[in-house]
């Protein structure tokens, strides 16, 4: 890339909708209404994805979100409480009036979508919908009647979000390809259960105590989903899902990604993050050599041929250390199952006898210090 770049643009046209960056909601919490999408659009987004609407609002458990550890959540929100006729009568209006493109996210049955379906293409306030298939069966007939309900409704282009449940995704793919236009992965995974040892009462306020991890944990399920959606259609795909850094979103991009969502990470630091990510995004493909969008998307799939190597056959791959970058923590020395790595008086010492070549050890090491070379 041209490392003498200065300014990158990040505007984007996705199924000829134009969109000013790709750092966009995501069907949530944070995009329950006009009023939060209102702060989004404010904050910088420039998507306006729905929470989901369906037939029958929500029935919503308390409480309902919960942090088990750093970065990720467990919810059990379910879709929009708020009944369909009135978000597109009341809620729709204003959010159109926000000068962004907006994406209604809908579910989940065939019946469901058809109803759905039509009141939007009415309505004529959305540029483009995104059907949900969280609560449905996941064999590819079924995704096809879904797809359908939905498509032969309107006349915007329709998107399907896919769930981390699929089993078959190249199926899946086949199954809707000719229908959709593109796609959104992922959904939340689980279902999920995090409980309190003393009560043994469950976090969530769900009737089984379950709900539907997201956040930093499922950022390389996400990352797979994008990659081979990338490769099986010849469509666009956004990523969402364990997005926490500029640097998430990058991988989303060159995995294969249009654009991003991002939900999770705005509950927990606020909405600002999306105006944070499109700003930080160009500075990083500026500094990068990236002139837009396309150039980015999908550089991970015009990386060079890699070697392979396999334990105990041929060269071998052993950690190998720039000491004057080591803070002497001893991360790596812990952290080796196989005792095989040591320092003596400050000197990074490897049993090549021990060590399998795992690679924890450079991923750990908080100075970037070590690399794995290839030793015959």
Known sequence: MDSTLKV??????????????????AAGPTSANAEMLRQAAACGAGGLVTKTISVQPARVPIPNIYSPFSGS??????????????????????IKSLGLPVIASVGYSPDDLKILGQALEKSGLVDAIEFSIHYIGKDAENLKRTAIAIKDQVSVPVFAKLSPSISDLKSAIQAIDDIVDGYVAINSVGPALDFNVETLQPYLGSEDGRGWLSGRSILPIGLHFVASIYSLAQKPVIGVGGISSVL???????AGASAVQICSLAILKGQQVYGELAQQLSEWMEEHGYPNIESLKGAFHRQQARKLYVLKEGAQLYPSIQIEQCNFCDRCVRSCLHHAIRFEEQKFLVDRSRCVSCGLCISLCPKSALTLEELS
């Open 8 to 25: 990158a643009n990040l505007e984007t046209k996705i199924c000829n909708i134009e969109f000013p960056n790709p750092i966009w909601t």
């Open 248 to 254: 998430d979103v990058v991988k989303y991009l060159m």
């Open 73 to 94: 959540l467990l919810n059990a929100e379910l879709w929009s409480e708020i009944h369909y006729r009135d978000f597109i009568d009341k809620e729709l209006p204003q």
